[in-house]
């Protein structure tokens, strides 16, 4: 397995801002469009792994870059649709209460924990065909609905078969776990340091100030900037399950988004 450079932020020190595409493995995401808003500047950027496709063509495509630094936050799981009760087959918490995915987490050869360890091998294979310097943070469930000891036991996993990335709890409506970098989003702010903040459920064409939103969190690693079209969706629109999206953000769109991320929610 040929190795990858990783360049690992320094706790503390980092500051990074970027957009968090959460339907980037969605096929049809215009990933020609998403590289040229890089333009000369390193590659920040959020996705989900798994609910909007397997096979993430548009982050190989980032990763594989050989002279752009990457700096990348990946969600591994998908936890909103195990609360809301839409998760399809190939999603980690299909057919699962957040009782029965707590339960089956903390067996560990549970056919949860084998599927979840599938998702992670995949992951570990994308980052290794990665080009050039790479930053990477990796947090194994989107809005986690799971307790506390589930939550430390995925992290734990993302800790020895990632070695290279760093593990992020990105927990809904609880405290993160002290060890881990802590990621919240929308109104909730992060309440511990190392972190990680996104606007993802607030939307950033809206009443919100991004400077603002910066100075709150200027402690944190990453800084993501999100709208709704970012998740494929229409707002106001019925629910269309992730892989049946057809994404139709133009270009335009995206060069905005990631303009005002870096322009506002810099620190300064």
Known sequence: ????????????????????????????????????????????????????GNRCVCADRILREPNREKVIRVHLANSPCLRNKRCDSHDLFFNHTVKTANQ????????????????????????????????????PCLECDLDDKSRKILLSVVRKRLPSCVPVDNPFGARCLPGFVCEKHGPDRPDRKPCVYDLDGTEANSVVDLRQTARETKGCDLRFYWSHWMNCNTVGGAFVPPMERECKATGKMMQNAGDRAWDHLSVR
């Open 1 to 52: 397995m040929r190795a990858f450079v990783l360049w690992l932020l320094l706790v503390g020190t980092a500051q990074a801002q970027g957009v968090s595409y959460i339907g980037l493995c969605n096929p049809t995401w215009d990933c020609d469009a998403t590289l040229k808003t890089f333009r000369d500047r390193p590659a920040v950027v959020g996705w989900l792994e798994n609910s909007f």
């Open 104 to 139: 089956e987490i903390k067996r560990p050869r549970s056919r949860l924990r084998k599927k979840f360890n599938r998702i992670v091998t995949r992951f570990a294979a994308r980052l290794a065909a990665a080009k050039g310097a790479v930053t990477c943070y990796v947090s």
